[in-house]
């Protein structure tokens, strides 16, 4: 565009042209960030579930040797559970004994390192068959 200013030469105007230069980069970071954030949540999940599947592996056996313990004629079988829940690197909450049958509760601290420390819990029964 030329403006002609009054009694003299022509100056040119220059558009201005807005530049898309650096929007790639933006949009490369942002979806490194949104993939990142994903792959850390499916970790997160990942571990969270693997713990809770061997905190009832752990339970269920804690039972069952309790269980087998009170069939055999021991005092007192949640010291046998209490034992095998050590074993199992799982604390025993709760170990109630009624006539045959053992009901117990065993939980685990999580360390998800500075997101959170859940505390994850599973119940197991066993008695005889």
Excluded: Y
Excluded at 39 to 49: E, F, H, P
Excluded at 87 to 98: I, W, Y
């Amino acid at each position: 565009m030329c403006v002609r200013p009054v009694g003299g030469a022509v100056r040119h105007r220059r558009r201005r042209v807005r530049s898309e230069r650096g929007s790639g980069s933006l949009l490369t970071l942002f979806a490194c960030v949104v993939v990142a954030t994903a792959v850390a949540m499916a970790t997160l999940w990942a571990a969270i579930s693997t713990e809770r599947h061997n905190l009832a592996a752990a339970a269920d056996l804690t039972a069952l040797s309790a269980a087998q313990s009170l069939a055999s004629g021991a005092p007192d079988p949640c010291v046998t559970a209490r034992r095998v829940a050590t074993t199992h690197q799982v604390a025993l909450a709760d170990c109630r004994v009624t006539a045959d049958t053992i009901s117990i509760r065993v939980t685990k601290q999580l360390n998800l390192a500075a997101l959170a420390s859940p505390t994850l819990s599973a119940q197991a029964r066993a008695g005889p068959a």
